[in-house]
């Protein structure tokens, strides 16, 4: 047997389901082997560990867990703040004042197109105060 074939029992000895057979396998490559002789310490340690952590652990006791979680089903409910509260309070006015804006702005008649205008555009540079306008030649129509 090589070491690939004695790792599966080597995890199997700690269950404590090898045959003998598989045990004596074990038994002889492990005398052989020393990379296997420190797996197998490695898992004695391992479960060494584990079994003591697990004795270590406090269970709680199930019954009364059980009579608090019961005792507070049947205590009455709570109010609880609604998260959509904020939302309501502050979405409501917001749309509101949106609709007036669209209903402003929808509504306004239309300027009367001038023949005559030059289109402009005016940009004011925040950093350095400079108001840029640009105007277009109205196109050689005259007035």
């Known amino acids: 047997m090589n ?5 599966p029992l080597l995890l199997a000895e700690r269950d404590g389901v090898l045959t003998p057979e598989q045990h004596a396998d074990l038994a002889k490559h492990v005398a052989a082997c020393p ?8 898992y004695g340690e391992a479960v060494t560990f584990l079994k003591t952590d697990a004795a270590n652990v406090a269970v709680p006791d199930a019954d009364k867990e059980w009579r ?3 005792a507070q ?3 009455p409910a709570k109010p609880r703040k609604s998260p959509l509260a904020p939302v309501i309070w502050f979405g409501a006015p917001l749309t509101a004042a949106a609709a007036l804006a669209v209903a402003f702005f929808v509504t306004r008649p239309a300027p009367a197109a001038d023949e005559n205008a030059t289109p402009t555009i005016a ?3 925040n950093e350095s105060g400079w108001l840029v306008v640009w105007a277009a030649e109205n ?3 005259s007035g």
């Open 68 to 70: 608090t979680v019961r």
């Open 35 to 42: 990379a296997c002789r420190r797996e197998r310490a490695i």
């Open 3 to 7: 070491c690939r074939d004695i790792e």
């Open 139 to 141: 196109g050689g129509k």
């Open 73 to 75: 089903l049947h205590q």
């Open 123 to 125: 940009y004011v540079d």
